[in-house]
């Protein structure tokens, strides 16, 4: 099978797609809509991979763009003749493919395009719709997911949910967690921008770190909070109780899971979120934002906690819970770790989308 797997950039989860496929035995494209400021992954392309060079992928792309990458898309796939589209976001890549007429498409939906995108106007809305009734297999992470494209007119048979995954064997828990005297260190992975919440994590910090020396804060990343969050930090007086490692590699970032006693995320939306699965794969408990797409994965008292979204206090009250409940948080890494081996296996469910595909094939 001739396959373009057709995606906005090149980040960690494409990466993630396009190493499995390389192994299938397929003959496999790469096509890179636009390059979004910094470099989101590290490691290369595989070498089994064909990336093609095109219109897009060298600069960010806009509206402006549209008739030009549709025009030169429309040239790509006459020279490939793939089989099958793999495509997404659902209102950039996947629409692109729409528009050029060509079946069968997978369109793959990254979660924010359904969950903010689609609702961003009615131009916005228009597009989802579009782009599913032209999609003959949607692929999305979580259940979440698959009920909104439900509303947005994709039929619930031609839907493959599964969720993205880790690498188990990468992420997995320390042989023996090392102990930092009497230090209790919360860990945040998210980017430092509003939709993640992280300013909810610094306000219920400061208000926690009052109550407990003990406590510590590692975040990783940078964004666009940078400066906000640093000035909440500094005026309650915890700056020195907050660690900022920067921009940490795939290969560095189990340790940090670790080494860390409780991983911490305040977003306020997402699907399946990747870092909470790393954390339960390396047997961390997690305290989360009850959203739906973390519900799927955290039932309270067992893997870990929830709090309201956006509630600074809640968040703190639970900080300084789960120090009190530290006896337990080796009994809840290991019912995360186990969670996260049923469900979040990438090897086992990579298996969900070749079912997707010969779905689409199927249906032509």
Not at 160 to 187: C, H, M, N, R, Y
Not at 215 to 232: D, E, P, W
Not at 302 to 309: A, I, K, M, T, Y
Request: proline share 5%.
């Amino acid at each position: 099978m001739r396959l373009i797997y057709f995606s906005r950039d090149y980040t960690t989860h494409d990466h993630r797609f396009l190493s499995a496929l390389a192994k299938t035995g397929h003959k496999i494209y790469f096509l890179r809509l636009e390059r979004r400021g910094h470099q989101l992954e590290e490691r290369p392309i595989p070498p089994e991979i064909e990336q093609v060079p095109w219109s897009g992928g060298q600069t960010p792309a806009g509206l402006r763009n549209g008739l030009r990458l549709l025009q030169d898309l429309k040239r790509v796939i006459a020279e490939i003749q793939p089989d099958l589209i793999q495509a997404g976001p659902i209102q950039r890549s996947a629409f692109l493919v729409a528009l050029s007429g060509f079946r069968p498409l997978v369109g793959a939906s990254w979660g924010y395009d359904l969950l903010h995108d689609a609702k961003r106007n009615a131009l916005w809305g228009w597009v989802t719709r579009y782009t599913l009734k032209r999609s003959a297999v949607l692929v999305g992470d979580c259940n979440t997911i698959r009920q909104i494209a439900i509303s947005y007119g994709m039929p619930d048979e031609r839907i493959i949910t599964f969720p993205w995954g880790v690498d188990i064997k990468q992420f997995s828990p320390a042989l023996e967690k090392q102990i930092d005297g009497d230090t209790f260190t919360l860990l945040s992975t998210r980017g430092w921008e509003q939709v993640y919440g992280v300013d909810i994590i610094a306000r219920a910090f400061v208000q926690a770190a009052r109550e407990r020396s003990e406590l510590h804060l590692t975040m990783l990343g940078n964004g666009s909070q940078a400066a906000k969050l640093r000035r909440l930090f500094q005026k309650g007086g915890v700056s020195e109780r907050v660690s900022f490692p920067g921009q940490v590699g795939q290969s560095d970032l189990p340790r940090y899971y670790q080494h860390a006693d409780l991983y911490v995320t305040a977003s306020h939306s997402d699907g399946t979120s990747i870092s909470l699965l790393e954390a339960m794969a390396c047997g961390r408990p997690v305290l989360v934002s009850d959203i739906p797409g973390n519900r799927e994965w955290v039932t309270p008292g067992v893997q870990g906690w929830l709090f309201p979204d956006g509630d600074v206090d809640a968040m703190a009250c639970a900080i300084l819970h789960a120090y009190d409940e530290r006896a337990r948080l080796s009994e809840m890494g290991l019912a995360a770790r186990q969670f996260a081996e049923q469900r979040a296996n990438w090897e086992k469910n990579f298996q969900e989308l070749l079912k997707a595909y010969e779905l689409a094939l199927q249906a032509g």
